[in-house]
Protein backbone atom coordinates (compact mmCIF):
# COMPACT_ATOMS: atom_id res chain seq x y z
CA UNK A 1 0.00 0.00 0.00
CA UNK A 2 2.88 2.39 1.05
CA UNK A 3 4.48 1.80 -2.57
CA UNK A 4 0.97 2.08 -4.23
CA UNK A 5 0.72 6.09 -2.70
CA UNK A 6 4.33 6.18 -3.13
CA UNK A 7 4.02 5.59 -7.10
CA UNK A 8 0.50 7.91 -7.52
CA UNK A 9 2.67 10.63 -5.71
CA UNK A 10 5.49 10.58 -8.28
CA UNK A 11 2.85 10.08 -10.60
CA UNK A 12 1.14 13.38 -9.61
CA UNK A 13 4.60 15.23 -9.76
CA UNK A 14 5.31 13.92 -13.48
CA UNK A 15 1.81 15.29 -14.47
CA UNK A 16 2.61 18.42 -13.40
CA UNK A 17 6.48 18.94 -14.32
CA UNK A 18 6.91 21.55 -17.09
CA UNK A 19 8.39 20.50 -20.28
CA UNK A 20 10.35 23.86 -20.36
CA UNK A 21 12.34 22.83 -17.31
CA UNK A 22 13.13 19.27 -18.69
CA UNK A 23 14.42 21.03 -22.07
CA UNK A 24 16.16 23.71 -19.93
CA UNK A 25 18.12 21.22 -17.86
CA UNK A 26 18.58 18.02 -20.07
CA UNK A 27 20.26 18.56 -23.32
CA UNK A 28 18.98 16.90 -26.62
CA UNK A 29 20.63 13.56 -27.43
CA UNK A 30 22.98 13.52 -30.61
CA UNK A 31 24.83 9.92 -30.60
CA UNK A 32 27.64 12.04 -28.50
CA UNK A 33 26.70 13.05 -25.40
CA UNK A 34 25.17 9.78 -23.79
CA UNK A 35 27.15 10.33 -20.52
CA UNK A 36 26.12 14.04 -19.92
CA UNK A 37 22.31 13.29 -21.35
CA UNK A 38 22.22 10.01 -18.73
CA UNK A 39 23.62 11.84 -15.88
CA UNK A 40 21.09 15.07 -16.29
CA UNK A 41 17.90 12.66 -16.94
CA UNK A 42 18.49 10.97 -14.11
CA UNK A 43 18.57 13.42 -11.65
CA UNK A 44 15.75 15.28 -13.44
CA UNK A 45 13.69 12.12 -12.85
CA UNK A 46 14.85 11.88 -8.87
CA UNK A 47 13.76 15.62 -8.51
CA UNK A 48 10.49 14.51 -10.03
CA UNK A 49 9.98 10.83 -7.83
CA UNK A 50 10.04 9.13 -11.08
CA UNK A 51 13.07 7.82 -11.72
CA UNK A 52 12.34 4.19 -10.68
CA UNK A 53 11.68 3.04 -13.95
CA UNK A 54 15.09 3.59 -14.97
CA UNK A 55 16.71 0.68 -13.39
CA UNK A 56 14.08 -1.43 -11.86
CA UNK A 57 12.26 -4.04 -12.85
CA UNK A 58 8.29 -4.09 -12.99
CA UNK A 59 6.44 -5.42 -9.70
CA UNK A 60 4.68 -8.20 -9.48
CA UNK A 61 1.56 -7.12 -7.98
CA UNK A 62 -1.29 -6.23 -10.39
CA UNK A 63 -1.77 -2.74 -8.59
CA UNK A 64 1.86 -1.94 -7.93
CA UNK A 65 2.18 -2.98 -11.64
CA UNK A 66 -0.69 -0.63 -12.90
CA UNK A 67 1.38 2.06 -10.65
CA UNK A 68 4.53 1.30 -12.05
CA UNK A 69 3.43 1.13 -15.47
CA UNK A 70 2.07 4.96 -15.29
CA UNK A 71 5.92 6.38 -14.16
CA UNK A 72 7.32 4.28 -16.97
CA UNK A 73 5.23 5.96 -19.21
CA UNK A 74 6.04 9.46 -18.04
CA UNK A 75 9.84 8.25 -18.13
CA UNK A 76 9.10 7.48 -21.52
CA UNK A 77 8.32 10.82 -22.74
CA UNK A 78 10.87 12.31 -21.07
CA UNK A 79 13.57 10.28 -22.99
CA UNK A 80 11.40 10.74 -26.10
CA UNK A 81 11.37 14.31 -25.97
CA UNK A 82 15.73 14.41 -25.60
CA UNK A 83 16.18 12.24 -28.23
CA UNK A 84 17.06 13.62 -31.28
CA UNK A 85 14.96 12.75 -34.27
CA UNK A 86 17.27 9.97 -35.63
CA UNK A 87 17.68 8.22 -32.83
CA UNK A 88 13.82 7.29 -31.69
CA UNK A 89 14.54 3.99 -33.43
CA UNK A 90 16.02 2.53 -30.42
CA UNK A 91 12.98 3.44 -27.91
CA UNK A 92 11.93 0.27 -26.34
CA UNK A 93 8.94 -1.13 -24.30
CA UNK A 94 10.18 0.32 -21.51
CA UNK A 95 12.25 3.24 -20.09
CA UNK A 96 15.09 0.66 -18.68
CA UNK A 97 15.02 -1.70 -21.95
CA UNK A 98 15.11 1.65 -24.03
CA UNK A 99 18.36 3.44 -21.63
CA UNK A 100 20.24 0.06 -21.80
CA UNK A 101 20.13 -0.18 -25.77
CA UNK A 102 21.63 3.36 -26.09
CA UNK A 103 24.02 2.37 -23.52
CA UNK A 104 24.97 -0.58 -25.73
CA UNK A 105 25.47 1.68 -28.69
CA UNK A 106 26.56 4.73 -27.57
CA UNK A 107 27.55 4.38 -23.60
CA UNK A 108 30.48 2.72 -24.21
CA UNK A 109 33.56 3.99 -24.99
CA UNK A 110 34.45 2.98 -28.45
CA UNK A 111 36.94 4.61 -30.99
CA UNK A 112 34.52 7.19 -32.20
CA UNK A 113 34.10 8.24 -28.67
CA UNK A 114 37.82 8.50 -27.89
CA UNK A 115 38.50 10.22 -31.20
CA UNK A 116 35.32 12.99 -29.50
CA UNK A 117 37.51 12.86 -26.42
CA UNK A 118 40.47 13.74 -28.29
CA UNK A 119 39.08 16.39 -30.26
CA UNK A 120 37.71 18.14 -27.45
CA UNK A 121 41.00 18.49 -26.07
CA UNK A 122 43.12 19.42 -28.44
CA UNK A 123 40.54 21.46 -30.37
CA UNK A 124 39.69 23.52 -27.50
CA UNK A 125 40.04 27.04 -26.52
CA UNK A 126 39.44 28.36 -23.37
CA UNK A 127 36.80 32.09 -23.73
CA UNK A 128 38.25 34.99 -22.57
CA UNK A 129 37.80 35.76 -18.66
CA UNK A 130 36.81 32.58 -17.62
CA UNK A 131 37.66 30.28 -15.02
CA UNK A 132 40.85 28.48 -16.26
CA UNK A 133 40.51 25.37 -13.42
CA UNK A 134 36.77 24.40 -14.38
CA UNK A 135 38.49 24.26 -17.91
CA UNK A 136 41.53 22.35 -16.84
CA UNK A 137 39.32 20.06 -15.01
CA UNK A 138 37.06 19.62 -18.35
CA UNK A 139 40.42 18.37 -20.22
CA UNK A 140 40.91 15.77 -17.18
CA UNK A 141 38.13 14.46 -17.11
CA UNK A 142 38.15 13.76 -21.53
CA UNK A 143 41.46 12.25 -20.90
CA UNK A 144 40.10 10.14 -18.43
CA UNK A 145 37.22 9.35 -21.02
CA UNK A 146 40.09 8.18 -23.34
CA UNK A 147 41.67 5.89 -20.97
CA UNK A 148 38.30 4.09 -20.26
CA UNK A 149 38.15 3.51 -24.30
CA UNK A 150 41.90 2.35 -24.22
CA UNK A 151 43.70 5.38 -25.07
CA UNK A 152 45.60 6.55 -21.97
CA UNK A 153 47.44 9.63 -22.50
CA UNK A 154 50.95 10.35 -20.34
CA UNK A 155 50.47 12.71 -17.47
CA UNK A 156 52.92 15.14 -19.46
CA UNK A 157 50.83 15.31 -22.44
CA UNK A 158 47.70 15.88 -20.32
CA UNK A 159 49.59 18.97 -18.88
CA UNK A 160 50.44 20.25 -22.07
CA UNK A 161 47.20 20.33 -23.24
CA UNK A 162 46.19 22.37 -20.40
CA UNK A 163 48.59 24.76 -21.11
CA UNK A 164 47.57 24.91 -25.14
CA UNK A 165 44.35 26.04 -24.22
CA UNK A 166 45.10 28.91 -22.38
CA UNK A 167 44.36 32.33 -23.68
CA UNK A 168 46.84 34.72 -24.88
CA UNK A 169 47.22 36.94 -21.86
CA UNK A 170 48.58 33.54 -20.02
CA UNK A 171 51.49 33.17 -22.26
CA UNK A 172 54.14 34.96 -19.98
CA UNK A 173 52.76 32.33 -17.05
CA UNK A 174 52.72 29.06 -20.15
CA UNK A 175 56.70 30.20 -20.68
CA UNK A 176 57.46 30.71 -17.32
CA UNK A 177 56.38 27.41 -16.22
CA UNK A 178 57.54 25.19 -19.03
CA UNK A 179 60.89 27.54 -18.33
CA UNK A 180 61.36 26.91 -14.19
CA UNK A 181 59.94 23.36 -13.82
CA UNK A 182 61.51 19.76 -13.56
CA UNK A 183 60.12 17.07 -14.58
CA UNK A 184 58.88 16.04 -11.53
CA UNK A 185 57.30 18.97 -11.00
CA UNK A 186 55.49 18.91 -14.47
CA UNK A 187 52.34 17.54 -13.49
CA UNK A 188 48.61 17.90 -13.73
CA UNK A 189 48.04 18.65 -10.32
CA UNK A 190 51.23 20.80 -9.71
CA UNK A 191 50.38 23.04 -13.01
CA UNK A 192 46.44 22.69 -12.42
CA UNK A 193 47.76 24.66 -8.64
CA UNK A 194 49.83 26.77 -10.10
CA UNK A 195 46.83 28.02 -12.94
CA UNK A 196 44.86 28.19 -10.15
CA UNK A 197 46.52 30.57 -7.96
CA UNK A 198 47.92 32.92 -10.74
CA UNK A 199 44.02 33.17 -11.73
CA UNK A 200 43.17 34.21 -7.58
CA UNK A 201 46.03 36.19 -7.66
CA UNK A 202 44.08 38.28 -10.89
CA UNK A 203 40.81 37.89 -9.58
CA UNK A 204 42.21 39.98 -6.35
CA UNK A 205 44.07 42.42 -8.52
CA UNK A 206 41.06 43.21 -10.63
CA UNK A 207 39.43 46.48 -10.88
CA UNK A 208 41.93 48.49 -8.78
CA UNK A 209 43.47 51.54 -9.69
CA UNK A 210 45.98 51.27 -11.92
CA UNK A 211 47.98 54.93 -10.66
CA UNK A 212 50.68 53.65 -8.13
CA UNK A 213 50.24 54.75 -4.50
CA UNK A 214 53.62 57.06 -4.61
CA UNK A 215 51.97 59.24 -7.97
CA UNK A 216 48.76 59.56 -5.21
CA UNK A 217 51.11 61.28 -2.26
CA UNK A 218 52.42 63.37 -4.16
CA UNK A 219 49.44 64.24 -6.34
CA UNK A 220 48.52 64.75 -2.52
CA UNK A 221 51.17 66.58 -1.60
CA UNK A 222 51.33 69.21 -4.43
CA UNK A 223 47.96 69.53 -3.98
CA UNK A 224 47.89 70.56 -0.20
CA UNK A 225 50.99 73.07 -0.97
CA UNK A 226 48.90 75.44 -3.14
CA UNK A 227 46.89 75.83 0.09
CA UNK A 228 49.17 76.25 2.57
CA UNK A 229 49.57 79.97 3.52
CA UNK A 230 50.19 82.09 6.12
CA UNK A 231 46.12 82.21 6.53
CA UNK A 232 46.39 78.09 6.51
CA UNK A 233 44.41 76.60 9.49
CA UNK A 234 44.35 73.36 11.27
CA UNK A 235 41.32 72.13 9.26
CA UNK A 236 42.17 73.45 6.15
CA UNK A 237 45.48 71.55 6.42
CA UNK A 238 43.54 68.31 6.80
CA UNK A 239 41.09 68.63 4.03
CA UNK A 240 43.06 70.52 1.82
CA UNK A 241 40.51 73.42 1.27
CA UNK A 242 41.81 76.24 0.58
CA UNK A 243 40.63 79.35 3.73
CA UNK A 244 37.76 81.74 2.02
CA UNK A 245 39.05 85.19 2.34
CA UNK A 246 37.83 86.87 5.36
CA UNK A 247 36.32 90.27 5.62
CA UNK A 248 38.84 92.82 6.84
CA UNK A 249 37.10 94.85 9.60
CA UNK A 250 38.73 98.01 10.92
CA UNK A 251 37.14 99.47 13.95
CA UNK A 252 36.41 102.87 13.90
CA UNK A 253 36.87 105.19 16.23
CA UNK A 254 35.09 108.18 17.72
Same mark, same amino acid.
Given at each position: ?10 ? =? !? ?13 ? &? =? ?5 ? $? %????? $? ?23 ? +??? &? ?30 ? !? ?10 ? +?????? #?? =? ?11 ? $? ?12 ? +? ?11 ? &?????? #?? %? ?14 ? =? ?36 ? +? ?30
Amino acid at each position: MERICSLTYSS =F !LCSRMSTKDLSTYVP &I =FDGTNYK $E %WYDKL $EVFAMVMKCDGPMTEDPPAGAADLA +AFN &IIDRQLQGMIRLRLGATYLSHVKASAKLTLTA !LKTTFGTPRRVG +ALIEMR #SM =FQHHMKPNSNPVH $EANNLIQCAAQLST +AGFALADGLITMA &ILMVLP #SD %WETTVSTLCSTLDDAG =FTVASITSHINHEYMHRQATRGRSTISLQDRISERTSF +AAEYQGSDATLVSRLTNVKPAVRPSYQGGGN
